[in-house]
């Protein structure tokens, strides 16, 4: 199981940015695939996760700001973010993990979140 997130970096309050994620080793088909943040000093946090029928599941502080989606054809998932807020600075990780069968399934047992790859930091601030 690989994953690589991209595609953070700075941005302004209220600002947008895309991450994405190409992954390989494992099938949509069967595994969700999401997002957790850890920020400095912090927990992790369960962010978004796109199940294999669709179901998407988001953490209250994201709903109506935050999208997940995937391209299975291009083995990669989206995380759309707007109306970004200084709380929402954080390193940002792909993650998927079998369900039902995880350790860690922060937002659904459906959407386990065992293995990640490397981060990419996103940085709100004025």
């Known amino acids: 199981v690989q994953l690589q997130a991209s595609g953070g970096g700075l941005v302004q309050p209220g600002g947008s940015l895309r991450l994405s994620c190409a992954f390989s080793g494992f099938t949509l088909n069967y595994y969700a695939i999401g997002w957790f943040r850890q920020a400095p000093g912090k927990e992790r946090e369960g962010v978004s996760c796109?199940?294999?029928?669709?179901?998407?599941y988001y953490a209250d502080s994201v709903k109506g700001r935050f999208t997940i989606s995937r391209d299975k054809f291009k083995n990669t998932v989206y995380l759309q973010m707007n109306s970004l807020k200084h709380e929402d600075t954080a390193v940002y990780y792909c993650?998927?993990?079998?369900?039902?069968?995880?350790?860690?399934?922060?937002?659904?047992?459906?959407?386990?979140?065992?293995?990640w790859g490397k981060g990419t930091q996103v940085t709100v601030s004025s």
């Open positions: 993650a998927t993990g079998p369900p039902f069968r995880s350790s860690w399934f922060p937002l659904s047992p459906l959407c386990g979140m065992d293995y």
């Open positions: 796109i199940r294999s029928n669709g179901t998407t």
